[in-house]
């Protein structure tokens, strides 16, 4: 496992044990967190095509949150998923996790509806945060990992071939 992985992970733990400690930090989780987590890691993105599917994430969350607090619906569901994926093609937002975050509000118990957005923001904000710090740690100490795991495998070799 190499180290954006492992710092990901620990991120994505961390936002689920916040989000089931304190209250109002309740939206701040949500499962597509991790799908997200997985896309940004195993494709190479610039930072305006990370602003961009950030906007995006943002945006249907907002769309979300408004039809479900007009009326909460499987009608207002196909409008709001019909948005999504629309606007996800007219603006190139090369993310398909963006259209699961704009369901979020539809299964959303949470009493501070209005929150998802400001979550979505924040997780994703953070997210980013934290794979440029992990990027960070991986350039600087990468090398370092890999020839002590090196090493490690060639004493192993050695044992079996003993």
Known sequence: MNVKTLIICLYVMMIYWLSLHISFLDTLF????????FLFISRHFTMRELSKVLLGAVITSIIGTVLVSV???????????AIAIWLIKKFKWNAPPIAA???????????HKWAIP??????????MGVLYVAGLAERRFGQRLELLAGSRETAGERDIAS
Do not use: Q, R
């Open 101 to 111: 975050i704009a369901l979020i509000p539809f299964f959303s118990h949470s009493p």
């Open 71 to 81: 009326y909460s619906s499987a009608i207002t569901l196909f409008i709001n998923v």
């Open 118 to 127: 400001i979550s979505v923001l924040a997780a994703l904000l953070g997210l």
């Open 30 to 37: 949500f499962p597509t967190l991790g799908a997200f987590s």
